[in-house]
């Protein structure tokens, strides 16, 4: 809008994170506008929840390219490994000291624990227990990348996992409960486009038991629920018609302060960055476990905040499996990608990486076989 009118000498960006992606809109706009801007100062409580790639933007934005060049190339080339087998870049031995120790003339770390008294935070995890029919189709699914389903009218479906992305977005509806079948059926004559269609199968409720569970356990408290899928969303409104979903607006944020809202259902990143909900409650559960380390923690500092005069407890519903061992035929607890999810976020790691680990794994078991 302004172009080479910039009318600001002084830009603050709170959520600095937003910006780690040197390829997106907002990036470019504010990097052209950069020479005009004399001071610049960045936030943010997550700057590498996701790698020290997304470093590079936001560095730039506040030297220019002094301390890591102009060029993201050259980034990539004096911090990092390619590994051409998974598409991903690593982090060279020693480099997140160089990284380091290049910023630390820009950067200050202010954590919340040393300046602020804060309540402790309290995570729990709450097994949901799958019968051994559902834990053999999410074993059917995990190792072949097919699953068989009954459909209304009883028929059987079968449904494919083509790619990893695919399998591990499969295997995490099944974990709450569902799996997607998504297809094309047909042309649209107006546009030529093939017509997509998407069916949901439900295969379990255990989810949605245990968060029965936990609302009866509350004592009255209110209670954020974070989901991914739409799926999760529609089948919480119907179990819990109280329940109300986090607006785009975020118009429901004063009537949740105001405690007049039992269960708030809301998107990580849609409630992930900026508001301030201590005063509506203090426990979160996750019905979806997510993948983004940084979206969980900007999920979970929406109560675990400065005014929280209670602490926060964070409770993660992770399905849990059963198989048979194969040598005493006795059945014994089966891990789900839920549970690695957790773990993973549970040691500051971005789950990603752990999920994208694991399905190989897997895809080289059904290579062996064949």
Known sequence: HFKSKWPYDTVVIDESSSFKDHTTRRFKALRNVRRYIRRMTELTATPVAEGYMGLFAQIFLLDEGERFTRTITHYQDEYFKYNHYKHKHTLLPGARERITEKIADLCLVMRAEDYLDMLPLIPINRPVP?????????????????????????????????????????????????????????????????????????????????????????????????????????????????????????????????????????????????????????????????????????????????GQSKPVKVIHLVAEGVKKNKRTKQLEVMETLDGGVVEALASKQDAQEWLLNELLKIRKRIADRR
């Open 130 to 306: 799958l019968t051994l029919a559902q834990s053999q189709k999410y074993l059917e699914l995990q190792e072949t990348l097919f699953v068989t389903v009954v459909n209304e009218w009883l028929e059987e479906v079968n449904i494919e996992a083509e790619t990893a992305a695919a399998l591990s977005q499969k295997l995490l509806q099944l974990c709450s409960g569902v799996v997607y079948h998504s297809y094309l059926d047909g042309i649209n004559p107006k546009t030529g486009k093939p017509i997509a269609h998407r069916d949901v199968y439900e295969l379990h409720d255990g989810k949605l038991a245990e968060l029965e569970q936990i609302v009866e356990e509350s004592e009255g408290h209110n209670l954020l629920v974070g989901y991914h899928f739409k799926s999760s969303l529609d089948r919480l409104k119907k179990r819990f018609p109280q329940a109300v979903q986090m607006d785009a607006e975020g118009e429901c944020v004063t009537a949740w302060n105001a405690g007049k809202i039992p269960m708030l259902l809301a998107h990580p990143q849609s409630a992930g960055h900026g508001l301030n909900l201590q005063d509506g409650g203090h426990i979160i559960v996750w019905y979806d476990i997510p993948w983004s380390l940084e979206l969980y923690q900007q999920f979970i500092g929406r109560l675990h905040r400065q």
